[in-house]
């Protein structure tokens, strides 16, 4: 469901023609996609990377998280949030979501230990989390937050963009979100020194070659996860289709809950913030697991071309599929110095009862930006009328 074409082919072309790749060259893609990020989500830093994961785990060194430092993950994400704090030796404590399917600020709390460094919430499907909750668990425990915002570019809360209003927040370019090359991703932050070490881990602990953005923090060891050139270009066409896209999904979500979900009587997933909503999924919670599969069933026979899904079948992206985690398999296994078991902390399938009820009492509509509303006015009623 991509927007692109000949303005993206025609950007990728002028890169190459220059023969000039360098993402730290005068003019690059990178520093001009940066300073447009910068300005379109309101922030002070963008840095992009090579991918979501690649800025969730800078935006953890940035933030000083390594063995033993407990990182607080909702059991609905992609499984790199939970995966990322693995990767430094950290440990990712898992909390329940709520009924809007963001993390519970109440579990929150009751997940927090003395180990306790980090909060990640997660803007999962382009749905704002508790914010305000949030930000007030972290003031009180000086805990920090790392947004997750990988599927959530341009989306907002109580008017602030999605990514902002943490200590740092993480975007995703990759294949299956709203603006995308392929792969790629962005650590946003409004304070420099996370932003400087951050940037430094990224590229191979030196900062290279950036006489105009001298950075104050003294180098340390890191690797390389810098954007390519010609993916910058890609994104800096595809960061001006962002509005649109968020208009036109927002425009007929609400023609859904209007045309359909009013009209059937169905419930509504609550959302934390309506208006910041990015709309890529319209949720309705049903009473039971059957009642879900039931309509799923009856859209798809009726109208396949309206997605539907129930997310507790989405595979990686809840918990009880976190093989690596629930097994506490890292890189640090067969490394004796860093035993991943020290804290004592045990995983298991039913650990989050709440989530898994909540999943399997959701039905997901996807919404498609670019299907005419006439369309779907056809297939709302065509739905109405079978029942
Ligand atoms: C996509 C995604 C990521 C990872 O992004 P990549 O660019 O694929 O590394 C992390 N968290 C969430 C919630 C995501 O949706």
Partial sequence: ??????????????????????????????????????????????????????????????????????????????????????????????????????????????????????????????????????????????????????????????????????????????????????????????????????????????????????????YFAGVNYRMSDILSSIMRIQLGRLDGILKDLRQRKNFLIENLCIPMGWKLSPVNDEDGDCSIKLGIMFESNQEVTHWIDKVNTLEPGLKTECPLYSDRHVYINWEAVLEKRSIFNDCKQLPFTDTGLNYSKDMCPKTLDYLARTMYFLINPDMEIAELDRICKNIKDSY
């Avoid at 299956?176 to 602990?205: F, M, Q, V």
């Avoid at 900062?207 to 001298?214: G, I, L, R, T, Y």
């Fill in 1 to 218: 469901m991509y927007r692109i074409g000949n303005k993206e082919v025609e950007a990728v072309e002028k890169v190459i023609m220059s023969k000039n790749f360098w993402r730290y060259s005068q003019n690059s893609e990178a520093k001009q996609f940066e300073r447009e990020l910068e300005d379109e989500i309101s922030v002070k830093h963008a840095l992009v990377m090579s991918s979501g994961t690649a800025s969730l785990l800078c935006g953890l060194v940035a933030l000083g998280i390594g063995p033993g430092d407990e990182v607080i993950v909702p059991g609905y994400t992609f499984i790199s949030t939970a995966l990322v704090p693995m990767a430094l030796g950290a440990i990712p404590v898992i909390a329940e979501v709520d009924e809007t399917l963001t993390i519970d600020p109440e579990d929150i709390k009751k997940k927090i230990t003395p180990r306790t460094r980090v909060i990640m919430p997660v803007h999962i499907n382009g749905l704002p989390c508790n914010m305000k909750a949030i930000l007030e668990i972290a003031k009180q425990h000086g805990l920090y937050v790392l947004e997750d915002a990988c599927q959530a570019v341009g989306g907002s809360y109580q008017g602030k963009r999605l990514g902002t209003l943490g200590d740092a927040g993480a975007f995703s370019f990759n294949y299956y979100k709203t603006i995308s090359c392929g792969e790629g991703g962005a650590l946003i932050s409004n304070n420099t020194t996370t932003y400087e070490k951050a940037r430094i881990y990224h590229d191979a602990g030196c900062a290279f070659f950036s006489p105009d953005q001298k950075v104050k923090v003294p």
